[in-house]
C-alpha cells in the first residue's frame, strides 16, 4: 500500500474520476429503466450497470485493484459460494414434480401428481 | 502486552491482521446479503404477479446519489490522514456522517408514507421482500454510523499516540462502507427499478 503523497494525491484524483462515473451511470441506470425493455432484457441491462459500478467501487475506493493474494482468494471463495447460493434454490421450482412449473404458462398446468 | 500486527504485515499474509479481518467478515456479510436476494429471485420467479411502480424512483435515486457521495468522503476521510492531514479528515469523516444520517432520514420517510397508507411488510410479498432487504440495509448503515460517531469521538485520539494503526482503523471502516455502498447499488435497481 503507497504511502508517497504523490501516489496519494493521484488516487485522490482516480476516487473523483470514479464518483463523476457513479454519477453517470446512475443516471444512465434511471434512464434506461424507463425504456419499455422486456423483463428479461430490463434485469440483464441493469444488472451490467450495476456490475459496472460496483466493480469501480470495489477495485479503485476498496483498493482490490492492488490487494494481496490472501484477499483477492478470499473473494474467490465467497464468489462460488454466492453464485450457488444464488442458484441452488432456483433448482426447487425447476423439478416439475406436482401440479406444473411456474416457468409454464396457466393453461398446461395441473398435471395432478407423477 | 501490544497486539501484534496491527501496522506492520504479517509474513505469511503480506496484510495487518484487521485487514484481513475485515474482508473476511465482508465475505461473510456477502452471504448475509446474498441470501436475501437469493430469496428475492425465488419470490419473484415463483409469483403470477410483481408490482412495478410502487415505490418512489427519485427518493431512490437521491439516496443512491448521496450514499456514492458518502463513498468518495469517506476514501476521502483515509487519504487525508495518508496525506497527515488531520483536518480534512475530520472534515470528510464528519459529512460521511451527515450523508448518512440523511440517507437514514430519507428512508423514514419513504418508509412512513408506505405504512401510513397500510402498506406495510404484511401487505404484499413486494413489501416483505423490500422492508426486509431495504431494513437489513439500514440497520449497517446505522451499524457504520455508530463507528464513524466513535472514530470522531473517544476514537480520535488514537491519531495522536498511533497515527499508522488509526489510519489502519479508518481504511477498514472505509472498507465497510464501501461494501454497504455496494449493496445498495445492487438494492436501488432490483427493488426500484425492475
Request: proline share 4%; no cysteine.
Amino acid at each position: 500500500m503507497h504511502s508517497d503523497p504523490a501516489a496519494i494525491q493521484k488516487s485522490v484524483r482516480g476516487y473523483m474520476t470514479v464518483f463523476g462515473l457513479l454519477m453517470l451511470f446512475t443516471v444512465i441506470t434511471v434512464a434506461v429503466a424507463r425504456l419499455e425493455f422486456t423483463v428479461p432484457v430490463a434485469i440483464a441491462v441493469a444488472l451490467v450497470i450495476a456490475a459496472m459500478k460496483g466493480s469501480m467501487v470495489a477495485a479503485v475506493f476498496m483498493h482490490l485493484s492492488h490487494e494481496r493474494r490472501w484477499v483477492y482468494g478470499t473473494l474467490l471463495l465467497t464468489v462460488v459460494f454466492f453464485v450457488a447460493l444464488l442458484l441452488l434454490p432456483l433448482l426447487t421450482s425447476l423439478d416439475g414434480t406436482g401440479t406444473g412449473s411456474p416457468w409454464l404458462p396457466a393453461a398446461s398446468a395441473g398435471v395432478e401428481g407423477r | 502486552m501490544n497486539i501484534p500486527y496491527t501496522v506492520e504485515v504479517r509474513p505469511d499474509t503480506g496484510l495487518p491482521n484487521g485487514k484481513l479481518g475485515i474482508w473476511l467478515f465482508l465475505a461473510s456479510e456477502v452471504m448475509l446479503f446474498g441470501a436475501l436476494f437469493s430469496s428475492y429471485i425465488l419470490l419473484r420467479v415463483g409469483a403470477a404477479e410483481w408490482p412495478r411502480g410502487e415505490l418512489s424512483v427519485l427518493l431512490g435515486t437521491i439516496n443512491t446519489i448521496i450514499l456514492i457521495g458518502s463513498s468518495v468522503t469517506m476514501v476521502m476521510a483515509w487519504a487525508s490522514l495518508k496525506l497527515n492531514n488531520w483536518g480534512r479528515h475530520r472534515l470528510f469523516l464528519s459529512l460521511t456522517f451527515l450523508l448518512a444520517l440523511v440517507f437514514l432520514v430519507n428512508k423514514y420517510f419513504e418508509y412512513a408514507e408506505h405504512i401510513h397508507a397500510g402498506e406495510g411488510p404484511a401487505h404484499s410479498t413486494f413489501l416483505a421482500i423490500y422492508f426486509t432487504l431495504t431494513g437489513l440495509h439500514g440497520l449497517h448503515i446505522l451499524g457504520g454510523m455508530v463507528v464513524m460517531a466513535y472514530f470522531l469521538g473517544p476514537g480520535a485520539k488514537m491519531w495522536k499516540t498511533e497515527p499508522e494503526q488509526f489510519t489502519n482503523r479508518i481504511e477498514y471502516t472505509g472498507l465497510y462502507w464501501h461494501f454497504v455502498d455496494l449493496v445498495w447499488i445492487f438494492l436501488f435497481p432490483v427493488l426500484y427499478l425492475l
